[in-house]
């Protein structure tokens, strides 16, 4: 039987030009091979790459700094939220994406220094950085900013619906709330963990009233739960979406508020934080030096310039998160309408890391099933 | 009376030369092991060589089977229930699309009405809307203070909203319809149109009744397109992921949602390889039915040119059949897509263009500043290359497995040409970050991974559009033209490309749309100096402010442009006759 088909001669041509295609691919991404120019010292590399989550952000001019000041450029790699970012980065350990990582936080901090990710540095900025934050008395991950993980409110519909607006998380459970809140699920949002933690600090795992006492009352009460901020924000929250969503209470950050101002060039914000004692959570961020990185001497540089005043001044309005460096002025817009909660609940990163999964099961349990 | 014919000549030939036939018979074996080469040789690098080796740094962490870490599978039924879940939504979602996509189908088949591509074009774009923005949308038609309750309520004079759809599993179907009718439109309506109306006609002159004609003639004739659609349909919201998450909310969850999180959230990567590989055995389970199905249904066809299958409507009934479809389409495809469109020029104020304008405003100086134009750049660039690629390999995929004589070589080749819709992105994701890690593969930073992981997606696509039509392509056409002295390339250029062309467009669509759209680009890492159109938008939505999510509107509207004017390119793609079919 003839059934010459006549493609195979076709695709024949395509092949080689697939691979040679590929080849192609794969060319450009090679690292840029720097010759020795100058033998006697250490060279510094054409570019220093920080591996970090899709939060991150920052203005062109302050990154071109280091590059005027230094002659390396700077890379950034971003590998999606913080839990995926450190997964990416124990799974390329051995050969790391890039030099200097920014933002592991201190819900993941155990973790990240359990994979022994990464090297120590005893930065001079530590000197400015409150002793607070420092949470690695190795130094191996060094704090970097900071922000609290609180309750926001629609201001309009409380004056609307005549009820006082919430000012403690006690508060969600009372029958007058009910149906008003959104929050996040722990398990797979890191606004969501750090309200779950919220609750651990200030209820406790054991006694008369715990923290899953706290959330069968919040459940009893109504609440809506989301896979992440962005759907609690823009799709239920009131003010997110400008009238969609149809709750007046959020599970957001304490710098929310300014960011509203700051975007949409309000006189006010429409949204307010709960900053009061016992409900909200600090998050710290970390910035650290990888272990396996080619580049220790000229990534310490970029460490020391991400934790300068330059750099760190530009981080409020870029990431609506507050400086470490306390020489850094984090602004008068954050001045004036982001206020530092006072007596954030804290629950110990290794508690944290010990604990995280067992947590998280538990509020699924109670919560959702 | 033709096949005859053709073998006859056949038989001339072969006695005339033999020699040579012979080695034209050993030319064509080599050649189709070297069309092998080319699906295979993707599918080593960019999906074996990956996922064996996350598979293996999973489950043997430190050389020995993790044993210990899988204890929650057995020890919790919740993993047979998420099974079960997932496979049930994933066919009820199935009998939806199909339920809404065949008239639908039958209507762009045979009719011809006025906007006929654009509107086209419009129900495929579902396909490329990212969840959030979809979930707004379906907020604000459906939720609780969405315009459909307060019609009702306000009809009904209810004091509550009479629908309650957040976070049920009806809003994950309605959804999943949503996204993938389009499937079934193009690849069933594809096929349909070239199908024979005569067939019909015959049956009708013998006296059978519409119904009757459908079901005895139509439908076995159509079965091989609404299986590749089905089968395709059901992969995708069997590995549902962005819907459930996001309109589901955290009550419900797919295996590749448990995937997600297990790997992820829990940091237990065994327990997360082992639910990727009974994700991965049902696929081919159902792929290997699949096949066998596959190979019983295929009739060999006269295709015929649309200019003779499709008219105008012309009775009254006609067009209020259609008109009438058309109106369900746009009601349920279209309008949540026109409610963003509103919203992007009315959020806040009154009508305006601000969030368009702003798109072109870098006002924090920030270094991830692209501008609109820019993004539509990124985003059309890793289409050009996702649907170059796919070409290539879903063709000779499709040649390979319609092969004469190749149907056991088919059974365990086209499940493994499926398996990438039915595995993992979480999974492979990793894969890529430990395997695709050294030269010559050092792809996991480089820009082209994305278009890459995209092909993966989107070949089978192309495949399942063209494997149909090249199966039931009456043989005697090629012979017939081959005994007539045309070489090869002749033969592909003047019979196979003219009838293929409308389904490879089909194909390239597809792959175009599932570049486009958001299909695992949060899953690798990125180089955030070049943001495809999705990851824009996704950007704006990470910050409060209504400013943010009116620039996301924006964007996402410019995503439905740049993808609807794409459509109607890809659709009027002319090369002399081919096309034209």
Redo the contacts between chains.
């Keep these: 039987m003839k059934t010459s088909s006549p493609i195979p001669r076709i695709l024949l041509v395509l092949l080689p030009a697939l691979l040679l295609f590929l080849a192609g691919c794969a060319y450009p991404t090679l690292p840029p091979t720097t010759p020795p120019t100058t033998p006697t010292t250490i060279p510094a590399p054409e570019a220093l790459t920080i591996v970090t989550h899709d939060s991150f952000d920052i203005s062109e001019e302050v990154l071109n700094r280091f590059h005027e000041d230094t002659g390396i450029e700077i890379k950034v790699l971003k590998s999606g939220d913080a839990g995926e970012m450190l997964n990416t980065l124990i799974l390329s350990k051995e050969n790391p994406l890039g030099d200097v990582v920014y933002g592991i936080d201190n819900t993941f901090l155990s973790r990240a220094l359990e994979a022994d990710l990464f090297a120590p540095y005893d930065a001079p900025a530590l000197a400015d950085i409150p002793d607070d934050l420092e949470l690695d008395p190795e130094h191996k991950m060094l704090p970097v900013d900071f922000g609290f993980v609180t309750l926001n409110y629609d201001i309009a519909w409380f004056e609307q619906n005549d009820l006082d607006p919430p000012d403690d998380i006690a508060d969600l459970t009372d029958p007058a709330y009910k149906g008003l809140t959104v929050v996040e699920n722990p398990a797979s949002s890191s606004p969501g963990l750090a309200f779950l933690l919220t609750t651990v600090g200030r209820f406790g795992t054991e006694g008369d009233y715990t923290y899953l006492d706290y959330w069968r009352d919040l459940r009893a009460n109504d609440v809506q739960v989301t896979e992440g901020w962005s759907d609690a924000y823009w799709g239920v929250f009131t003010v997110g979406s400008g009238g969609e969503g149809d709750r007046p209470i959020v599970v957001s950050y304490a710098t929310s508020p300014v960011a509203e101002v700051y975007f949409n060039e309000l006189e006010s914000p429409p949204t307010a934080s709960v900053n009061t004692p016992g409900n909200s959570f600090k998050q710290v961020e970390f910035v650290g030096i990888l272990a396996r990185s080619p580049h220790a001497q000229a990534a310490r540089r970029l460490i020391d310039f991400l934790l300068s005043p330059t750099f760190q001044e530009d981080i409020p309005l870029h990431m609506f998160v507050y400086p470490a460096n306390s020489k850094a002025d984090m602004g008068d817009l954050f001045r004036r309408w982001a206020e530092v909660p006072t007596e954030p609940v804290s629950v110990s990163p290794e508690d944290i890391a010990r604990h995280r999964e067992e947590w998280i099961e538990a509020w699924t349990d109670v919560v959702l099933r | 009376m033709t096949s005859l014919s053709g073998?006859h000549t056949?038989l001339l030939?072969?006695d005339r030369k033999r020699p040579e036939?012979r080695i034209?018979a050993a030319v064509?074996a080599r050649?189709?092991w070297?069309?092998a080469?080319?699906p295979l040789?993707?599918l080593s690098?960019f999906y074996f060589y990956p996922l064996l080796a996350?598979l293996r740094?999973s489950l043997f962490p430190d050389g020995r089977f993790a044993l210990d870490a899988l204890r929650p599978l057995y020890e919790k039924p919740y993993y047979a229930g998420v099974l079960w879940f997932t496979t049930w939504q994933a066919t009820a979602s199935t009998a939806g699309a199909l339920a809404l996509g065949l008239p639908a189908a039958y209507i762009f088949a045979r009719y011809r009405f006025p906007g006929k591509s654009l509107l086209r074009a419009l129900t495929t774009l579902p396909f490329v809307m990212p969840t959030?923005v979809v979930?707004?949308a379906f907020?604000?038609l459906l939720?609780?203070?969405?315009l459909l309750n307060q019609i009702l309520a306000g009809m009904l004079r209810l004091d509550a909203p009479p629908i309650h759809l957040q976070?049920t599993v009806w809003i994950i179907l309605l959804a999943h319809v949503f996204y993938n009718t389009s499937v079934v439109i193009r690849l069933v309506g594809g096929f349909w149109a070239n199908l024979d109306p005569r067939l019909g006609d015959a049956a009708a002159v013998l006296g059978a009744p519409p119904w009757q004609r459908f079901r005895r003639v139509t439908l076995p004739l159509l079965l091989p397109a609404i299986a590749a659609a089905s089968i395709l349909v059901f992969l995708f919201n069997f590995t549902s992921f962005g819907v459930i998450?996001?309109l589901g909310?955290?009550?419900f969850a797919t295996i590749e949602v448990e995937i997600?999180?297990t790997?992820?959230?829990?940091?237990n990567l065994p327990v997360a390889a082992v639910l990727s590989l009974m994700q991965m055995a049902f696929t081919l389970a159902l792929m290997a039915l699949y096949t066998r199905l596959q190979a019983r249904l295929t009739v060999p066809l006269d295709f015929r040119p649309r200019t003779l299958t499709q008219h105008a409507p012309r009775t009254r009934r006609e067009r209020l059949l259609v008109f009438g479809m058309l109106g369900v389409l746009g009601l349920f495809l279209l309008s949540p897509l026109f409610a963003l469109l509103l919203r992007s020029v009315t959020?806040?104020r009154g009508p305006t263009l601000a969030y368009y304008r702003e798109l072109f405003v870098n006002r924090?100086?920030?270094?991830?500043?692209v501008t609109p134009i820019e993004a539509v750049r990124n985003s059309l660039f890793f289409a050009l290359i996702t649907i170059?690629?796919s070409v290539?390999?879903g063709?000779?995929a499709a040649?390979l497995l319609a092969?004469?004589?190749r149907g056991r070589l088919a059974a365990v080749l086209d499940p493994i040409f499926m398996l990438p819709l039915g595995t993992s992105a979480v999974t492979l994701g990793?894969g890529y970050?430990?395997a695709l890690?050294?030269?010559?593969?050092?792809?996991?930073?480089?820009l082209?991974i994305l278009p890459i992981a995209h092909t993966l997606i989107a070949f089978p696509f192309v495949l399942r559009a063209l494997l149909p039509v090249l199966r039931g392509m009456n043989?005697n056409l090629?012979?017939a033209a081959?005994s007539l002295g045309a070489?090869?390339?002749?033969?592909?250029r003047h019979i196979?490309l003219p009838i293929l062309a409308r389904a490879l467009l089909v194909g390239i669509i597809f792959a175009f749309t599932i570049s486009m759209g958001e299909f695992g680009a949060?899953?690798l890492?990125?180089?955030?100096?070049f943001p495809t159109l999705p990851i824009a938008i996704?950007?704006f939505?990470?910050?409060?402010?209504?400013?943010?999510?009116g620039q996301a509107l924006a964007l996402s509207v410019i995503l439905m442009a740049t993808t609807a004017v794409g459509f109607l390119g890809i659709e009027n793609l002319r090369y002399g006759d081919i096309g034209e079919f």
Aim: proline share 8%; no cysteine.
């Design positions: 073998s056949e030939a072969s036939r034209q064509r050649g189709y070297l069309l080469l080319i040789t993707f690098l996350i740094l959030v979930a707004t907020t604000a939720g609780s203070r969405g976070n998450l996001i909310g955290p009550g997600y999180r790997a992820v959230r829990l940091f959020l806040g924090t100086g920030s270094v991830f500043f170059v690629l290539i390999v063709l000779s040649y092969g004469k004589g990793f970050v430990i890690d050294e030269p010559p593969l050092n792809l996991r930073t480089s082209l043989p090629r012979r081959a070489p090869p390339a002749r033969v592909f196979d949060s899953l890492v990125s180089r955030p100096q996704y950007r939505l990470g910050q409060p402010g209504l400013n943010n999510y």
